[in-house]
């Protein structure tokens, strides 16, 4: 009985074991190429945008990728999926968001949030203005091939609202 005494003391005295430090933060930040934004932006309703986000870590490996807006889930995203799932020390990802249809003067905030396996996580956020568009959006149309005034068969009149060509007596 002594000796198992004895041994239930030596157990408990030995060094506790201490939980690990966690590392660095991820790093996030976004990727600068044409036609993706990089940070904050006033938009028309309903347009599309893309921002590339790269993460790094020098830490544990990675765990996740969320996105929301206002702290909420962004219904035109991902089939309504803020978290994401990754790995590695290296992530990018082209994330491509539907903006609100509706104005606001307001801007609303789109949280992108890093977290490590080790806990550590980063959050950069980026804020998004949808105002109404300055002038109407531009019509393209194909090229259009026009002739002289006198050719009977290539028109010469160009009507922009239906993007028909004309020739003088049309005309």
């Known amino acids: 009985m002594g000796v198992f005494a004895l ?17 660095p933060k991820p790093t996030l930040s976004f990727t ?29 490996s990675l765990k996740t990728l969320k996105v929301d807006r206002d702290n909420n889930k962004i219904p035109e995203f991902n089939n309504n999926i803020d978290t994401k799932t990754i790995s590695g020390t290296n992530y990018t990802e082209i994330i491509t968001i539907n903006t609100p249809s509706t104005e606001s003067s307001t801007p609303y905030k789109y949280n992108f949030t890093a977290t490590a396996e080790d806990g550590q996580s980063s959050t950069t956020t980026l804020q998004v203005t ?26 010469s009149f160009y009507e922009v609202q239906k993007a028909t060509v004309y020739n003088t007596i049309e005309a």
């Open 32 to 60: 600068t190429s044409q036609g993706l934004v990089t940070g904050d932006v006033i938009v028309a309703p309903d347009e599309v945008i893309k921002i590339a986000v790269n993460i790094t870590t020098s830490g544990s």
């Open 7 to 23: 041994l239930l003391v030596l157990s408990s005295c030995g060094k506790k074991k201490e939980d690990p430090k966690p590392g």
């Open 130 to 155: 949808i105002a109404k568009p300055l002038g109407p959006k531009v019509k393209f149309s194909p090229n259009q091939i026009l002739g002289v005034q006198t050719n009977p068969s290539i028109g």
